[in-house]
């Protein structure tokens, strides 16, 4: 995340997901002073850094701050510095995000690399901020984030990159070997380890996702994709990966690519659909908060859906951009709605498997609430989806 969210509040999510020691300035110094050539005069008194706002790494906002450097016109004057956790991570592969990243950089399709490492990287700092939650209903933005998420689905480059790690198959599918099984191997220990009560009640109505009654059902909304297109898929598209640069805010970036893999097409679409509702900024516990309102009408899901076939059609080089808009609007409409229960499932499970449960010293409660709201969001969305499946 190169984003502008400083980590000014005293609690904020990511207290709840990963805790990091903050390195001293000598450290960071250290990381960045020797992998980046313009900054070889740079001694540990003349920087300063920030601490941003990050789920997964530690993300640092690393500045120049010396009067006479500056004047000299050193570059780059602030970096962002992304270091990684200790150890491998259970959810994602590191060395398929770095290539990820490197593509992208390369391309000039995302931010700047300066240095990686496995233990950090040094990124281009991009003067801006994230969208919140409710721009996502401005127009002007509607049609921007559209298609940068075409480009980004249909990115040659990024396909390839993908495919040195992965098979062409959908994560959708794949999830069910990866994630769920985790999920129901480890269920015992979740219990186990779990201290409070009102997060074990919610963690035995989750359950659901080990039955073989979900098995069913998700094999039947699976099905309503079946033969879709398949794309290079962002997978975590939300207000807080989406960068708004200062010098063009009609403009967005598409940031944090981690959980990048082969994908049906409806599956982004359909994850910032329901991400229209969730605002992270939230101030108090469990620092989100859910605003049905704030989701799109189906005539804004439609707008939505026109944009990135527009963007889609000149990519595919069709002779009537008007002609295949039409024709593939109300396809992948009900391609979005089939993905709906589909990407909150995925969530809610993520939510728990996350959770360092050898290393538990207190209950995750972020961890709880959120993964909760989201199995809720699955049950709510998949009564229309499994009638939509079932007529078929």
Partial sequence: TWGMVPLIRKYSIISFCLKFMLPSKEKVWGMCAPNLPGWKNVTPDCIAFTRLLGMSNLILAVSVTNPTLLSLGIAPKKVLLRVYPAGKSRIINREKEQAVFTHLSTTESGVKMYYRCPAFRIEEFVDGEKLTTFELNNKLLMKAIA????????????????????????????????????????????????????????????????????????????????????????????????????????????IDYEYTTFNYRAIDIATLWVETTIDYTHPVFPFFKIYEANKWEEEDLIRFIKSYLEKDAIIKGKESVDEYVNKETPILLAEVKRAEPIVSAMWAVWAIICIDWEKLDEDKDWNFAYGYTRFNFYEKSKIEALKVAQTQ
Wanted: charge should be negative; aromatic fraction near 12%; include cysteine.
């Fill in 147 to 254: 298609q940068v998420c075409c480009e980004y689905n249909h990115d040659p480059g990024l396909c390839e990159t993908l495919l040195l790690f992965e098979p062409k198959t959908p994560w959708a599918e794949r999830w069910m070997s990866d994630w769920v099984v985790t999920f129901k191997t480890n269920f015992p220990t979740y219990c186990k380890n779990v201290k409070k009560e009102e997060n074990l009640a919610m963690l035995n109505k989750m359950y659901h996702f080990a039955t073989p009654e979900f098995e069913k059902e998700y094999k039947c909304l699976l099905q309503g994709l079946a033969g879709t297109e398949i794309i290079a898929s962002h997978c975590d598209v939300h207000e807080m990966n989406m960068l708004r640069p200062y010098a063009a805010k009609d403009k967005v970036l598409l």
